[in-house]
Every structure is written in structure tokens, then in C-alpha cells.
């Protein structure tokens, strides 16, 4: 508990700060986190037997998610467009799995999928927190999306504690209950509700930050963003580890700390995009 304290206390207000300053500070934080989680990734199936290659995985992510969040090549209708760099990559990852195989490595196949499963997953998932800051006041929905998650968490984990008899999914997370679950759905609906008010008096009345915008974020994420802390879960619990990683004390790996933030981020900016501005 106490190294989880110290490793709050230092990266809250880093976190914090990243998102208000935005530009380069925030776009640098959340490239290394992404890509972090994804190396770790790469690095639970190694741990597992498997052979992903590391840097397919993790350069393939920081490929995709600085395409997806810059126009690289000027303006042209192709330049944010991820097939082509997609394409290229599964190319990439191709040949080298199969001279792989000819090496003697017969399980290449499926170390391939594992590679392009990787790159894809948190290529395409992480660009959206990166999105996410780059809409319009972006700022206050970046504190409205991703605190979804957290009131949902913190909501299912206290109630889920106290009354939770169900089980939510036995297998990948004993301790989650269905009575926590849902907890954790109102809880995000009251948490983001209450931001959006709050937020709202600095970004002025005309502002889209409005308490149906934020009680819509706070629904649709706290229902389906905790599939990606399953999602994890599966993983870890196929090879029997613990933690992604110990880069962060007392909290595990970077891809511990945003598993459910991946999803936050692109529920968030489609439900933005589609419905709220």
C-alpha cells in the first residue's frame, strides 16, 4: 500500500498536468504508456513459450498511433488513413515469422498472430487517447472519458466488497461481482455527471460539456470499458502471472494501468463525435 501511495502521489499531478498543458506533453505521456503496455504485451506470450517479435509489436504500435495522430505526409486523403501502415506492417511481421519458421520455430504461426494481434489492439485503440485530446475542447473531455472508468472501477471494487454475492466472470476475476458491476455503472453515471457540471463553469456556457454529456459518457463507458481489464485478465492468468510488468511500483505494468483506459478512449471519442458536438 505504501509503494502504491508513493507511485500515486508522483504520477497523479504528472498525469494531471499532462492533460491540461495538452500539445506535445500529453501526446508524449500517453505514446509511451501505449507502447509500454505494448511491449509488455509482447512480453507476457514470450513469458508464456510464445515468440512475438517485441519490436514489431511495440514499434508497430508507436508507427500507428503517431499516424493516426498526425497528418505525416501534408494533406492528402491517404495520410491518417492506418491501412497503408497496417498493410506494411503484416508484411513485415510476415516474412519474418516465416523465415522464423524455416529456423526451426514451428509454432511461427501463431507467434505471427500474436505480433499482429498487438500492434493492431493497441495501435489502433491508443491513437484514440491521443484523439481524444485533439477535439474540440478535448481538454474536459479527456476529464470526462477516462474518470469513467475510474468512478466505475472505484464504485464496483467499495460496493462490490460489502454486498457483492454473484459472480461477474469467475474465471478471469473472481473478485468482480455482478453487484459491483453494476454499482460501478451508477457510480460513473453520478462521477461523470458531477464533472460535466463542474467543468462546465470554466468552459463557459456554450460549451458541449453539458450533464447529459456526461452522464452519457459515464453509461456507455462504465458498461463496456471493463472488458479491457478482462481482457488483460485472460492473458495473465493463461501464463499465471500476476502483473504486466513491475515498472511502476505497486501498481504492475503500464498495460495494468490502461487496460480499460484503451477502450475508454475510443468509446469515448466516437460517442463525442457521433452524438455530443
Avoid: C
Avoid at 505494448?38 to 504500435?61: C, I, M, S, W
Avoid at 462504465?222 to 492473458?235: F, N
Amino acid at each position: 500500500m505504501r509503494q502504491r501511495l508513493i507511485s500515486a502521489l508522483f504520477l497523479v499531478p504528472l498525469g494531471i498536468a499532462a492533460i491540461y498543458y495538452g500539445s506535445w506533453y500529453y501526446f508524449i505521456l500517453m505514446v509511451v504508456l501505449v507502447t509500454l503496455a505494448a511491449k509488455e504485451y509482447a512480453d507476457l506470450f514470450r513469458a508464456g513459450g510464445h515468440q512475438p517479435n517485441v519490436v514489431l509489436v511495440a514499434g508497430g504500435t508507436l508507427a500507428i498511433v503517431i499516424n493516426q495522430s498526425f497528418d505525416l505526409f501534408g494533406d492528402v486523403s491517404w495520410s491518417r488513413d492506418p491501412s497503408w501502415l497496417i498493410s506494411s506492417l503484416l508484411l513485415v511481421s510476415m516474412i519474418f515469422h516465416l523465415f522464423q519458421y524455416e529456423r526451426g520455430r514451428d509454432n511461427a504461426a501463431t507467434d505471427f498472430a500474436i505480433t499482429v494481434s498487438g500492434f493492431v489492439y493497441f495501435g489502433l485503440l491508443g491513437a484514440y487517447l491521443v484523439l481524444l485530446r485533439q477535439l474540440p475542447e478535448g481538454l474536459w473531455w479527456v476529464m470526462l472519458a477516462l474518470p469513467a472508468i475510474w468512478f466505475a472501477d472505484s464504485g464496483a471494487y467499495f460496493y462490490g466488497r460489502v454486498y457483492g454475492r454473484r459472480k461477474f466472470s469467475p474465471r478471469l476475476s473472481p473478485k468482480k461481482t455482478w453487484e459491483g458491476y453494476i454499482a460501478g455503472i451508477v457510480t460513473s453515471i453520478i462521477g461523470t455527471t458531477l464533472f460535466a457540471i463542474l467543468w462546465r463553469i470554466p468552459a463557459g456556457q456554450e460549451t458541449a460539456i453539458t450533464p447529459f454529456a456526461g452522464a452519457l459518457l459515464g453509461l456507455v463507458i462504465s458498461i463496456v470499458a471493463p472488458l479491457g481489464d478482462l481482457g488483460e485478465s485472460m492473458i495473465k492468468r493463461q501464463f499465471g502471472v500476476k502483473d504486466s510488468s513491475h515498472l511502476i511500483p505497486g501498481h504492475g505494468g503500464a498495460f495494468d494501468r490502461i487496460d480499460s483506459w484503451l477502450w475508454a478512449g475510443m468509446i469515448g471519442y466516437y460517442i463525442i463525435v457521433w452524438f455530443l458536438i
